[in-house]
Structures are given as structure tokens and as C-alpha cells.
T-cell receptor, first 115, second 112 residues
Framework: NAGVTQTPKFRILKIGQSMTLQCAQD?????MYWYRQDPGMGLKLIYY???????DKGEVPNGYNVSRSTTEDFPLRLELAAPSQTSVYFC??????????????FGAGSRLTVL | GDSVTQMEGPVTLSEEAFLTINCTYT??????LFWYVQYPGEGLQLLLK?????DKGSNKGFEATYRKETTSFHLEKGSVQVSDSAVYFC???????????FGAGTTVTVRA
């Protein structure tokens, strides 16, 4: 059982470039999330999804886009990368209900540097 | 809006010392409260949780009690080990919501 898988683990971008961070989960979780982690700032929610075809903005969505065409996949797209997007990005998922509700399973993270 | 405030780090301890990390919250409803831990180079993982007032969450020797009167959820461990070195995050989700709000994280280093 792989859980939540993120790729790539590390990436360096030039200002203005675009890229997609991939996220896949194999737990059949309805809910998926993208967070960014900046030093001393905790985790900030970028986007989230409650199911295939449904996405919504979190606290810090500017400069990002997402899609959710399947239950398993939730890619995060960075358009026109800026230095302010240098961060560690975490994808997470959780079930819709039951004992595991609100318990997030995180991926190992993707460290992005924009130069 | 909902928010979590946790004590700033870093915290450095010797093995077998007592650890406390303070966490207080602001919420309009009756939130569920969580502690997540992030070991070096890894993603976050759930350490413990409590879903209503006076509940005590516990795991791996760590404990935290949901105190509604003081809006707190302090994390404690009686005797830490080097393997407890990590970043600890307090988090909450308001009732009926599935999104978590995280504190800034507290870095704990335990020396042998």
C-alpha cells in the first residue's frame, strides 16, 4: 500500500517556467489537498478537492491551478513560476467520513526552488 | 477564522527529559484537535487527536488533553528519546469541516 505518492521530490525552476507536481493516492480517499510549507510559517492550504471533478481554493491559491479528473490523482500546476513559490509542497488525502475523517495522510513532499 | 498558536522553538532537550509543547486555538465552533509529527525528510503523520472537550489523545508515550475552558491542547511526553527529534504541528478542524488549519510547528531536538 503506497499511500500518497508525490513526484518529483526536488525541482529547480527558472522564473517564468511552468511545471506540474504530481500526486496520487491509492486509498480511495475522497478528499485531497495541496499544502505548502515555508520555514516558521507552518502549512498553508493551496487547493483542495472533495471528489473527482470538484476543486476549490484554499488560503493561498494565487499562481497555482489544480484538476481532479480521477479519485486517485490531484496534480498541482504552477504557471509562470516566481521566487515566492520556492517552498516544500505536500499533497495529502483523507476519507470522507468514519473514524478516519479529518485524519490526513501526507506524501513525502516536493521541494521546489525558483531561481 | 479558525487558528492555532503553538510555542515557538526550537526546543533542545536531553534524553529522558520532560517535554511540553503549548498549543492554543481560536475557533467559532467545537473543533477537533490534532498533533502531527514530521520526522526529518518525511511528510507529516498523525501523532494523536481529540474530538471533544476533556478527551485525551495518546500515542507513543505522548499525551494531549482537549481543554475547552482554556482553549488549549498541550502536547506532553514524560521521557523523550533521541528518536523523538522532529517538528511537531498542532492543528484543528472545525466541526463539519474536513480541512485542517496548522500551527507554525515546533522543532524539537533531543540530545543523547
Amino acid at each position: 500500500n503506497a499511500g500518497v505518492t508525490q513526484t518529483p521530490k526536488f525541482r529547480i525552476l527558472k522564473i517564468g517556467q511552468s511545471m506540474t507536481l504530481q500526486c496520487a493516492q491509492d486509498m480511495n480517499h475522497n478528499y485531497m489537498y495541496w499544502y505548502r510549507q515555508d520555514p516558521g510559517m507552518g502549512l498553508k492550504l493551496i487547493y483542495y478537492s472533495v471528489g473527482a471533478g470538484i476543486t476549490d481554493k484554499g488560503e493561498v491559491p494565487n499562481g497555482y491551478n489544480v484538476s481532479r479528473s480521477t479519485t486517485e490523482d490531484f496534480p498541482l500546476r504552477l504557471e509562470l513560476a516566481a521566487p515566492s513559490q520556492t517552498s516544500v509542497y505536500f499533497c495529502a488525502s483523507s476519507p470522507a467520513g468514519g473514524k478516519g475523517a479529518n485524519v490526513l495522510t501526507f506524501g513525502a513532499g516536493s521541494r521546489l526552488t525558483v531561481l | 477564522g479558525d487558528s492555532v498558536t503553538q510555542m515557538e522553538g526550537p526546543v533542545t532537550l536531553s534524553e529522558e527529559a520532560f517535554l511540553t509543547i503549548n498549543c492554543t486555538y481560536t475557533a467559532t465552533g467545537y473543533p477537533s484537535l490534532f498533533w502531527y509529527v514530521q520526522y526529518p525528510g518525511e511528510g507529516l503523520q498523525l501523532l494523536l487527536k481529540a474530538t471533544k472537550a476533556d478527551d485525551k489523545g495518546s500515542n507513543k508515550g505522548f499525551e494531549a488533553t482537549y481543554r475547552k475552558e482554556t482553549t488549549s491542547f498541550h502536547l506532553e511526553k514524560g521521557s523523550v528519546q533521541v528518536s523523538d527529534s522532529a517538528v511537531y504541528f498542532c492543528a484543528l478542524s472545525d466541526r463539519g469541516d474536513y480541512k485542517l488549519s496548522f500551527g507554525a510547528g515546533t522543532t524539537v531536538t533531543v540530545r543523547a
